[in-house]
């Protein structure tokens, strides 16, 4: 079992469709149909009971649910304290253009960032558009607003 098992069994489990959990998970219906009988075949039971069009967890199904729950928050945490040390320990180079109304949003989102993450340093450039998209496709600007 990998994480994409866990994923697409808590979809499915959410979703309560094959259709629509692939379409969720940009996945096809028969990815989702293979990923879901060899997470079934690995427990050695079913997970989903099959109904028409509709689909419900099995009792072992409920067991499981809690721990892929567990597993992919554990992931997400982890994902984010990776982004959060990398983000906190570097300059973010923000391209601005000279728009009030993109000063006005950014100083009241800059205040949010700037409690969120204290030791980064910002850096605030104000250009023209095409300066900065330029900056940004170059690496020389993080994003551009």
């Given at each position: 079992?990998?994480?994409?098992?866990?994923?697409?069994?808590?979809?499915?489990?959410?979703?309560?469709?094959?259709?629509?959990?692939?379409?969720?998970?940009?996945?096809?219906?028969?990815?989702?149909?293979?990923?879901?009988?060899?997470?079934?075949?690995?427990?050695?039971?079913?997970?989903?009971?099959?109904?028409?069009?509709?689909?419900?967890?099995?009792?072992?199904?409920?067991?499981?649910?809690?721990?892929?729950?567990?597993?992919?928050?554990?992931?997400?945490?982890?994902?984010?304290?990776?982004?959060?040390?990398?983000?906190?320990?570097?300059?973010?180079?923000?391209?601005?253009?000279?728009?009030?109304?993109?000063?006005?949003?950014?100083?009241?989102?800059?205040?949010?960032?700037?409690?969120?993450?204290?030791?980064?340093?910002?850096?605030?450039?104000?250009?023209?558009?095409?300066?900065?998209?330029?900056?940004?496709?170059?690496?020389n600007i993080d994003f551009?607003?």
């Open positions: 079992m990998d994480i994409r098992h866990a994923e697409v069994f808590l979809t499915l489990a959410r979703i309560r469709h094959f259709g629509r959990t692939a379409n969720i998970l940009n996945m096809t219906q028969p990815n989702v149909s293979r990923l879901i009988h060899q997470l079934e075949d690995e427990f050695g039971t079913t997970l989903f009971k099959r109904c028409h069009r509709d689909v419900t967890l099995t009792p072992a199904g409920e067991a499981f649910l809690p721990y892929a729950e567990a597993v992919l928050t554990q992931l997400q945490k982890g994902k984010e304290a990776v982004v959060n040390a990398s983000l906190t320990t570097r300059t973010i180079k923000i391209g601005i253009t000279r728009s009030p109304l993109v000063r006005h949003y950014l100083a009241q989102r800059m205040k949010i960032v700037a409690r969120r993450f204290p030791q980064a340093t910002f850096v605030i450039k104000t250009d023209e558009t095409i300066p900065i998209h330029r900056g940004v496709q170059e690496g551009g607003i």
